[in-house]
């Protein structure tokens, strides 16, 4: 984030939970609170977030997905219970659904970004970050 705003960019955090304070006295910050596992709520992210590069005259540039939960659980416990569906659907509804339908209305709209000038005639970057605690996962 802080490179992004050292370098000039405009960021809009959708997210359910707020930066930190200090960010969102930042012109440049726009924070929309959103639940990624709700279409109609990731689809009005998307279209405030493109509504505010229209005001600011800040091109998209793309997608950064970092939304993420971790639900370790045995699939059957030492009781002998079997592991909740419960978790199991909100763990792949964000992790998987979420960053997904993020990902496609986001390109909905970078396929009318202008290309940039070159030889790939580039119009934005999707990035999907990992979580740290899947480094060093044994199994």
């Known amino acids: ?69 971790g639900t370790a659980a045995k699939i059957i416990d030492a009781h002998g219970e079997p592991h909740s569906l419960d978790l199991w659907e909100f763990a792949i509804g964000v992790n998987l659904t979420g960053s997904f339908n993020l990902t496609r209305l986001v390109l909905k709209e970078l396929v009318k970004v202008e290309p940039e000038e070159g030889q790939d005639g580039e119009r934005g970057v999707v990035v999907f970050v990992a979580s740290a605690a899947a480094v060093g996962v044994s199994f």
């Open 1 to 69: 984030m802080e490179e992004l705003l050292a370098s000039k960019a405009y960021v809009s955090i959708v997210d359910r939970s707020p930066p930190p304070s200090h960010l969102l006295t930042s012109p440049s910050i726009k924070y929309i609170e959103t639940d990624i596992l709700s279409n109609p709520a990731v689809t009005s992210a998307v279209d405030a977030t493109v509504a505010w590069t229209r005001e600011t005259k800040a091109p998209l540039g793309g997608v950064i997905n970092c939304a993420g939960v």
